[in-house]
């Protein structure tokens, strides 16, 4: 059973800039399958923020694009999401996925909050 992990959430101001992590516990495994991160905010459904084939070929949710980007690094098996330009809508709980091909996986969350 694969773990997904991530990390480098927290609060941050309007205008500021957070990068997530979002580590693989089997060797190799984030090479072999689409990646996303989602969001989701207190009372809110669960959105796509970004995704990534492993050809590289990526998207974005309207409302990051621009602002955000994904990125994978196979050798240290860890896909990566930078955040710039945060905004308060912003603020929600932060999920990594493995997804296409074969079952999905989520990692535990972290929070991202942007102040005003």
């Known amino acids: 059973q694969v773990q997904l992990v991530e990390s480098g959430g927290g609060l941050v101001q309007t205008g500021g800039s957070l990068r997530l992590s979002c580590a693989a516990s089997i060797h190799a495994f984030i090479s072999l399958r689409t990646m996303g991160w989602y969001r989701q905010a207190p009372g809110n459904q669960r959105e796509l923020v970004a995704a990534?084939?492993?050809?590289?070929?990526?998207d974005y949710a309207g409302a990051v694009k621009g602002r955000f980007t994904i990125s994978r690094d196979n050798a240290k098996n860890t896909v990566y999401l930078q955040m710039n330009s945060l905004k308060p809508e912003d603020t929600a709980v932060y999920y990594c996925?493995?997804?296409?091909?074969?079952?999905?996986?989520w990692g535990q969350g972290t929070q991202v909050t942007v102040s005003s």
């Open positions: 990534i084939t492993t050809d590289g070929i990526t």
């Open positions: 996925r493995a997804g296409y091909p074969g079952s999905p996986y």
